[in-house]
């Protein structure tokens, strides 16, 4: 990677403020020399900078920023960059009379690279939430001494939401925490929500195909067993619109 290159995939962390101290500084230096750089970055400034808007603020769990950006716009450009060195070393082996070895290793690179293309049209698809949402709902949730939270980005185009938990525990032994869909009919179960202390969990949801209207979504600890389809457990978090 040259040196210009790391400048342009922190870019939106340069946005987003999850640059450590020391990485915000030489982006920032950098800026002053960089008219490109210095555009990308007032236009990304420009499309995210809504974000914020019309959410009451809650104080995020340590690094929940940095989090955040990585899983949400990473792009797969490392791997990428990857393929003509596993090229080179595949012909090396086809050279010496490893032909089976060659097209097992191409299976084995296409395999890959279709898995991070559909992690990137993943991660595509929770950005086009994130950016047209008409209504972002928010709570705080008290687990365990942990301080997190619930955040959802509604879309009235796609219909789709965008989920955020963060700052969870894994739930209980023989628990599990439920995601659910609140209608003019009751609770419909969505996905259960595997937590991690270290990252925030994203999940970007279709609505359910039910006819009722949905007016909120709840977070539930449920038993593992359990496919009741009303709430049985603790509810963590309760949001109507």
């Known amino acids: 990677m040259s040196a210009h290159e790391w400048y342009i995939e922190n870019r939106a962390a340069y946005v987003a403020r999850s640059l450590e101290p020391d990485e915000e500084r030489t ?12 555009r990308e970055v007032d236009r990304l400034a420009r499309d995210l900078g809504w974000l914020t808007m019309g959410v009451t603020p809650v104080a995020p769990a340590p690094g ?9 716009l990473d792009r797969p450009s490392r791997w990428r960059r990857r393929l003509p060195l596993a090229a080179a070393a595949a012909a090396l082996l086809a050279a010496g009379g490893g032909l089976l070895m060659l097209q097992s ?26 950016r047209r949402a008409n ?15 619930l955040v ?3 879309d009235a185009v796609s219909h789709r939401w965008c989920v955020i938990v963060h ?49 909120g979504a709840a977070l539930t600890v449920e038993p593992a067993v359990s496919r009741s389809s009303e709430p049985q457990g603790a509810m963590l978090a309760h949001l109507v619109f």
């Open 27 to 38: 982006f920032r230096d950098h800026l002053v020399r960089c008219e490109a750089c210095t």
């Open 105 to 130: 290793r191409e299976r084995h690179l296409e395999r890959l690279l279709a898995a991070r293309e559909g992690r990137l049209t993943a991660l595509e698809d929770t950005l086009s939430v994130l």
């Open 167 to 215: 700052g969870l525990p894994p739930a209980p032994a023989d628990s599990v925490y439920q995601f659910w869909f609140i209608t003019q009919t009751g609770m419909i179960r969505s996905v259960e929500v595997h937590a991690d202390m270290q990252r925030p969990a994203f999940m970007t949801l279709p609505m359910p195909g039910v006819a009722a209207p949905v007016m």
């Open 152 to 154: 959802i980005f509604q």
């Open 135 to 149: 209504n972002v709902l928010q709570a705080q949730i008290s687990m365990d001494g942990h301080q997190g939270g």
């Open 64 to 72: 929940l920023a940095r989090r955040m950006a990585a899983e949400i």
